[in-house]
C-alpha cells in the first residue's frame, strides 16, 4: 500500500509516488483513455520529479511514447544476428559477432544485468578492463564496437528507449607495422616445400591474397594471356572485402601457374584425397 502523502502531484496529469521494497518512484496518468504506470527507474525523488516532469511535457506536446517492452540482451543479440544473416553478412562476421555477443552476455549476467534497459555506459567500460587484462588492445576495441552496433540497432528498432552507449567514445589504436617475409625467406620456403604446396606458397608470396582467396581460387581465374590473377568474390564464397580484383601475374609466377596441371577441375588447388581404412 502507498501513503497518500507520498504522492507527488506534477503538472496537471501526472502523479508520482514511490512504490515496492526498493522504493522506486513510479509515474501514475492517463493517455488516450487508457490508465497507464511507468517506472521513474530512481529512488531519488529530486530525479523522480526532473523524469516525471518531461513525461508530463511529452503527455501534453503530444510526443509520449510508451517505452517498449523488456527484452533480454541475450534475445536482443540473437534477433541481430539474424538481422545480419538477412543481409547477408559474411560467415566469418556473423560467427565473430555472435562470440563477441555471447562473451558480453555472460558478463552481464555475471553481474546481474540481463536486460537492455539495465545496460550502462560502465557495464562496457569494465567489460572492456577485464578483456583488456588477457586480449590485445585492437581486439578489445573491436569487440567495443560491435556491442556498441547492438544497442544501436536496438535502439533503432525501438527495443530500448534511449541507447546508454551512444556517448562512449572508444579510440582506435594505430596500426602496429607487421613485416612481411624477405626474399631469402620466401626462396627458403619454396626451395623447402614440395608439391603442391610450393605453388601455393609462390601465388601467395607473389600476388599477396589471402589463405581464403587461394582456397577459392578457380582455373577460369588464371589468366596467363592478359597478365593478371583475378580474385573473385562468388556468392557464398565472397573476399573479405566482398569485392572482386585483379593482379598482375609476376614474372616468377608465370612458370609456377603455367605448370599446374592441366584438365576440368573446380578449384585450382585441391587437397589430396584421404585415404579410406580398409
Not at 1 to 14: H, L, N
Not at 137 to 164: G, H
Amino acid at each position: 500500500m502507498t501513503d497518500d502523502s507520498d504522492r507527488v502531484r506534477v503538472g496537471d496529469r501526472v502523479t508520482i509516488y514511490p512504490r515496492g521494497t526498493k522504493k522506486i518512484w513510479c509515474a501514475d496518468f492517463w493517455q488516450d483513455g487508457d490508465h497507464k504506470k511507468q517506472s521513474l527507474k530512481t529512488t531519488n525523488k529530486k530525479v523522480a520529479v526532473e523524469r516525471a516532469t518531461k513525461l508530463a511535457a511529452e503527455l501534453i506536446g503530444g510526443t509520449y511514447q510508451t517505452p517498449p517492452p523488456p527484452m533480454t540482451v541475450e534475445q536482443a543479440a540473437d534477433d541481430y544476428i539474424a538481422y545480419l544473416q538477412t543481409e547477408n553478412r559474411a560467415k566469418k562476421t556473423v560467427v565473430k559477432y555472435r562470440g563477441v555477443l555471447a562473451l558480453f552476455v555472460e558478463y552481464l549476467e555475471r553481474n546481474r544485468a540481463t536486460r537492455l534497459g539495465q545496460v550502462t555506459a560502465s557495464h562496457l567500460d569494465r567489460f572492456r578492463a577485464e578483456r583488456k587484462a588477457n586480449r590485445h588492445q585492437n581486439t578489445v576495441y573491436c569487440e567495443s564496437m560491435i556491442i556498441k552496433q547492438l544497442f544501436k540497432w536496438a535502439r533503432s528498432r525501438k527495443l530500448i528507449a534511449d541507447n546508454p552507449l551512444t556517448d562512449v567514445k572508444l579510440n582506435k589504436q594505430p596500426l602496429e607495422p607487421k613485416p612481411g617475409p624477405t626474399l631469402k625467406e620466401v626462396n627458403d620456403l619454396l626451395a623447402a616445400a614440395g608439391e603442391p604446396l610450393r605453388s601455393q606458397l609462390a601465388v601467395l608470396a607473389f600476388t599477396g591474397m589471402r589463405s581464403g582467396e587461394l582456397q577459392r581460387l578457380k582455373p577460369e581465374d588464371i589468366d596467363l594471356a592478359g597478365g593478371w590473377v583475378h580474385i573473385r568474390s562468388r556468392p557464398g564464397a565472397e573476399t573479405k572485402t566482398r569485392e572482386s580484383r585483379k593482379v598482375p601475374v609476376h614474372p616468377r609466377l608465370r612458370a609456377v601457374l603455367a605448370a599446374l596441371p592441366a584438365g576440368r577441375r573446380e578449384w585450382l588447388f585441391t587437397a589430396a584425397p584421404r585415404a579410406t581404412a580398409l
